[in-house]
Nanobody
Framework: QLQLVESGGGLVQPGGSLRLSCTAS????????IGWFRQAPGKEREGVSCISTSGDGTNSADSVKGRFTISRDNAKNTVSLQMNSLKPDDTAVYYCAARTTTVQGACAMMRNIYDYWGRGTQVTVSS
């Protein structure tokens, strides 16, 4: 069974950068679309960015466009989220999730379509 582990979270000042990683075990990642989600205290979990099985299709929330970049390396079973120009509003627990799919070149950020979830990594943006 696929297992996902997030890493790379931490405390960063506004305007700073972090790179999150999602590493898979138990199965190769090439049959899964991957999504990054986040949940701030008292708020619903929301989609941040997603990437298609082969990496040729991505999608991002308007709030992170131009600041966050998602990428994947199927050979290393890893998906990354590069986060630049971080803001206090980006503070949340970040989760990666995998969706079994045969769809090529596209992904979606609806959380209820994802089959496997990691436990999350905390990102705190504060001065």
């Amino acid at each position: 069974q696929l297992q996902l582990v997030e890493s790379g979270g931490g405390l960063v000042q506004p305007g700073g950068s972090l790179r999150l990683s999602c590493t898979a075990s138990g199965s190769g990642l090439d049959a899964y679309a991957i999504g990054w989600f986040r949940q701030a205290p008292g708020k619903e979990r929301e989609g941040v960015s997603c990437i298609s099985t082969s990496g040729d299709g991505t999608n991002s929330a308007d709030s992170v466009k131009g600041r966050f970049t998602i990428s994947r390396d199927n050979a290393k079973n890893t998906v990354s989220l590069q986060m630049n120009s971080l803001k206090p509003d980006d503070t949340a627990v970040y989760y990666c999730a995998a969706r079994t799919t045969t769809v090529q070149g596209a992904c979606a950020m609806m959380r209820n379509i994802y089959d496997y979830w990691g436990r999350g990594t905390q990102v705190t943006v504060s001065s």
